[in-house]
């Protein structure tokens, strides 16, 4: 047993079942001795985004593990981590390393000096005794903490030698939570329950905790509305009488109300990172900040109390706080914010139904949203964004109803992320139906691997909408465009798409995308692969309201 055959035996006893992966690395041929599926991705980005998918999806249970070769192919890995990173992705990265007499020496590429930026731990394998220290060392990273990627580089002159003892001795880690203090909680709660406008900010954590539950329970006792995160859509209902929707930049009028008006403001397992792709708290409130990780409060904002924990064990002390206070029934039965709310979102829908139900050609991407949430079965599904103005118009008005039937993402926003994101999401539900959105500058980034889908036997579907330019940029670089067309692009993707392998539906006509979606979960459910390519128009009107958050 060689090095790379304790590593395969470290991620067997750790319940990796599968692994993406770019050859060469004798890593690939070591887990599939052991019964470890390994899938060639077209290029290693898209290997580590479908990772990233079935991490995002498995919440915290299993992981992700990519694994490629040193040089061109951990080179060539930095934008697939630099995503997990952004968006605080726990994956196991195991690319190979120069060699340990090399890795110091210019210009050899060293994974934990160059990844170490965008990794939560940036680990090598210098000699073979140290091979279960250190994969142990990286499954408890992923398993604790703020969740990100772990590298681990394996240094082939190490990798290759005999290793007498095998894996024997590696036991597997654990997730240890931790919660917050009974005196925080209770003033944080006291908080809540004197405000007049109080409201929740749900992260991630809660995805990762498994915690939807629990924040469902706390907000019907109290009251008190939600508002996701981009990460967490999906985490509370969207179609709940207290959800008020997602926070990206865009976001259904009713984010924007009560961000402007609320006077006590609970952010659950979430960072409070300040990014473009969400919206800035507004000064002014009393702020209550629960994260997994210290380092997270008083980042970004100024907390008054930091609760730091476990967003399901914080949420469980908060429950019988409340309850203590206001009684097992709580405020269950007071319906006057769930009204409140109901009347802005029926405004703000009333708003947006002639883009959302437009009959125009060619088809205005307002109206595949609309398409595509009227026929998709939101609870057994796992719909996803891509970068650009598919995100912006997804985001407020697709209906996540079950944990983790949406994946919300973009802290940093890598183009063509959809595609492979899928390809995870379905290694972790083969049951559901997974389907991602983007444009057609997208899918130029990642479309190749619509044929790994093909070939791997995982049946996903993307929707392309081709605009034939990137959504915006005729305004943001008027002078590149009008002279030089700089920002348009064509192309025959349902035809790229059909010489890959998969099933091609072309849609012209608003009245042709539903059952084009229709078309696809039948053939999905057949093991094909289908891409949708609608025609669509440019559309640059957003959900967007920020008038409404001054005070
Ligand atoms: C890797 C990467 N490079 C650059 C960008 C910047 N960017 C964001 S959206 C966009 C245009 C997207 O066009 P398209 O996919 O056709 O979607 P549309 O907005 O036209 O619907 C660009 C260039 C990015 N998000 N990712
Ligand atoms: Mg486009």
Not at 128 to 141: D, K, L, P
Not at 191 to 220: D, H, I, M
Not at 230 to 249: C, I, T, V, Y
Not at 337 to 349: C, N
């Amino acid at each position: 047993m060689n090095g790379f055959d304790v590593v395969a035996q470290c991620l067997k006893a750790e319940g990796v079942e599968w692994m993406p992966c770019f050859p060469a690395s004798p890593l690939i041929e070591a887990v599939a001795k052991i019964g470890i599926r390994p899938i060639v991705f077209r290029q290693e980005r898209g290997g580590i985004n479908a990772a990233d998918g079935f991490s995002r999806q498995s919440g915290g249970k299993n992981f992700g593990v990519f694994a490629s070769q040193a040089g061109p192919g951990v080179e060539n890995s930095f934008g697939g981590i630099a995503q997990a990173w952004g968006d605080s992705v726990p994956i196991l990265y195991l690319p190979g390393g120069s060699g340990t007499n090399k890795y110091d020496v210019a210009p050899n590429f060293s994974a934990t000096k160059n990844y170490a930026g965008i990794t939560k731990l940036a680990l090598s394998i210098d000699d073979t005794a140290s091979i279960t220290r250190q994969m142990r060392r990286a499954f408890h990273a992923l398993k604790n903490g703020r969740p990100g990627p772990v590298v681990v580089e394996m240094h082939g002159d190490v990798m290759g030698q005999e290793v007498p003892g095998g894996a024997e001795g590696y036991t597997n880690s654990d997730a240890m939570k931790s919660a917050p203090s009974r005196s925080d909680v209770k003033d944080a709660v006291a908080a809540l329950l004197k405000a007049s406008t109080p409201v929740l900010w749900a992260g991630q954590g809660v995805l990762y905790a498994n915690a939807t539950e629990e924040l469902r329970e706390f907000a019907e006792l109290t009251q008190i509305p939600v508002i996701t995160t981009m990460q967490a859509k999906s985490a509370f209902p969207d179609d709940h009488p207290l959800a008020l929707g997602s926070a990206n930049r865009t976001a259904p009028k009713a984010v924007w109300k009560w961000l402007g008006d609320s006077d006590t403001f609970a952010a659950i397992g979430s960072g409070m990172t300040i990014t473009n792709y969400g919206i800035q708290v507004p000064d002014g409130k009393f702020m209550i900040h629960s994260t997994a990780s210290a380092e997270d409060i008083n980042k970004d904002y100024n907390i008054d109390i930091g609760l730091v924990g476990d967003a399901k064990l914080t949420l469980e002390l908060m429950i019988d706080e409340a309850k203590a206070v206001i009684g097992e029934n709580g405020r269950r039965g007071d319906t006057a914010t769930a009204d409140l709310i109901s009347g802005v979102k029926a405004e703000w829908l009333e708003e947006w139904k002639p883009l959302l139900t437009s009959d125009e050609t060619p088809v205005n991407p307002y109206r595949v949203v609309h398409e595509i949430n009227k026929v998709v079965d939101h609870e057994n599904s796992v719909v996803t964004h891509d970068a650009g103005n598919p995100r912006d118009q997804m985001m407020p008005f697709y209906k996540a109803t079950t944990p983790f039937g949406y994946i919300g993402w973009g802290k940093t926003t890598h183009l063509g992320y959809g595609i492979p994101l899928m390809i995870g999401a379905k290694m972790a539900n083969p049951e559901k139906f997974c389907m991602n959105f983007m444009g057609d500058l997208a899918f130029g980034h990642t479309a190749m691997e619509i044929e790994t889908a093909v070939r791997a036997g995982i049946p996903i579907t993307s929707l392309i909408i081709n605009n034939l330019t990137m959504g915006g940029y005729d305004k943001s670089m008027p002078t590149a465009m009008e002279r030089y067309g700089a920002g348009n692009q064509s192309g025959d993707y349902a035809g790229v798409a059909r010489a890959l392998g998969a099933k091609a539906i072309n849609v012209e006509e608003a009245s042709g995308v539903g059952p084009a979606i229709q078309e696809a979960q039948e053939a999905n459910k057949n093991g094909e692969v289908v891409v949708i390519e609608v025609r669509t128009r440019q559309d640059t009107r957003f959900s967007a309201y920020p008038d409404l958050l001054a005070p």
